[in-house]
């Protein structure tokens, strides 16, 4: 499903503290520069309009939540999400996620990480275009501190199994465990904006959590 067009965004926000590129990361990590403070980082990959994010950041505070996001609009438009909200605890990097992992977070540095609705790249020919690659996911282990966990959410159904069988050959990640669906309080109180979508349109969705043991 294709994304909606976004609003323009406040030209009279500043984004310089809630916007980075990946070349613009202190190498070695240092994630204090970018937060101001040392706490539990989670990783969103896919960031999108910065929903999740938003949210997260705004009701886990003692937590840090830094999104990456390949499409640079996208990226701004969640960085100045979480701008205009004043929410210093948030971070977005315009940049590939797979570069991200492999060049700049280094082992045991994540709390979490979070991968909802990445593209499923129907066609068979463009499948290894796919996020959730083997080599992803053995970053994302590396990266987890123990007891850290692997969130992903998906609306289709052959690309959670195959991923679901994926990580169970390339990692050690305990799991699957089951995520409920939860009931909504308000009309934002989705994951992101491509759940609120599909849960409204009354499709599945497919849920699974996994810990470093």
């Given amino acids: 499903?294709?994304?909606r067009a976004l609003r323009k965004l406040d030209s009279s926000v500043d984004l310089s503290e809630r916007l980075r590129?990946?070349?613009?990361?202190?190498?070695?990590?240092?994630?204090e520069l970018l937060f101001g403070?040392?706490?539990?980082?989670?990783?969103?990959?896919?960031?999108?309009?910065g929903l999740f994010l938003a949210s997260a950041a705004a009701e886990m505070p003692e937590r840090c939540f830094l999104g990456i996001e390949v499409s640079q609009k996208y990226a701004r438009y969640a960085a100045g999400r979480l701008a205009s909200r004043g929410l210093t605890n948030g971070c977005v990097v315009h940049g590939d996620a797979l570069r991200?992992?492999?060049?700049?977070?280094?082992?045991?540095?994540?709390?979490a990480v979070h991968v909802y609705f990445p593209d499923p790249w129907w066609k068979?020919?463009?499948?290894?275009r796919r996020v959730m690659?083997?080599?992803?996911l053995a970053d994302i282990e590396r990266t987890l501190v123990p007891g850290g966990s692997l969130h992903f959410w998906t609306d289709v159904q052959e690309y959670f199994q195959t991923t679901l069988d994926l990580i169970q050959e390339v990692t050690r990640l305990a799991g699957p465990i089951a995520v409920p669906e939860a009931q909504p309080r308000h009309d934002l109180d989705y994951r992101t904006h491509f759940e609120r979508r599909k849960r409204l349109s009354g499709e599945a969705v497919y849920r699974a959590e996994f810990l470093r043991v």
């Fill in 1 to 3: 499903m294709a994304r």
């Fill in 133 to 136: 690659t083997a080599g992803l």
């Fill in 100 to 111: 991200m992992f492999r060049e700049r977070l280094p082992n045991a540095s994540l709390a």
């Fill in 21 to 31: 590129a990946i070349d613009d990361l202190p190498a070695p990590w240092q994630p």
């Fill in 37 to 49: 403070r040392q706490a539990p980082i989670e990783v969103e990959v896919g960031t999108g309009k």
């Fill in 124 to 128: 068979a020919r463009h499948k290894k």
